[in-house]
Nanobody
């Protein structure tokens, strides 16, 4: 069984920064591509960023390119999301997710088998 626990969310002013962390338990972490998703009130959950299991390749949705950076530490079973130049439209619950042993990043929610409980990010204007 894989458990994912996010941390690092909070309230920040526009232009500020936050760093989210996702700690994984279970042996699947290092063999799985990981993703960060977000869901704003009244909107569908969407992918924000993804990283291959080696960390050698990343994906970003257009809205966050140049502002967010995803990274991972396989020795620590942790994936991170550094968020800079935050905007009010980044306000959402952010979720960490793991594929079931897939090497590659997927943008499709149903490719991710394991999900964290979410952490709230609120950006004030």
């Amino acid at each position: 069984q894989v458990q994912l626990v996010e941390s690092g969310g909070g309230l920040v002013q526009a232009g500020g920064s936050l760093k989210l962390s996702c700690a994984a338990s279970g042996h699947i972490f290092s063999s799985s591509a990981m993703g960060w998703f977000r869901q704003a009130p009244g909107k569908e959950r969407e992918i924000v960023a993804g990283i291959t299991r080696s960390g050698g390749s990343t994906y970003y949705t257009d809205a966050v390119k140049g502002r967010f950076t995803i990274s991972r530490d396989n020795a620590e079973n942790t994936v991170y999301l550094q968020m800079n130049s935050l905007k009010p439209e980044d306000t959402a619950v952010y979720y960490c997710a793991a594929t079931r042993g897939s090497r590659y990043v997927s943008t499709r929610l149903n490719e991710y088998a394991y999900w964290g409980q979410g952490t709230q990010v609120t950006v004030s204007s």
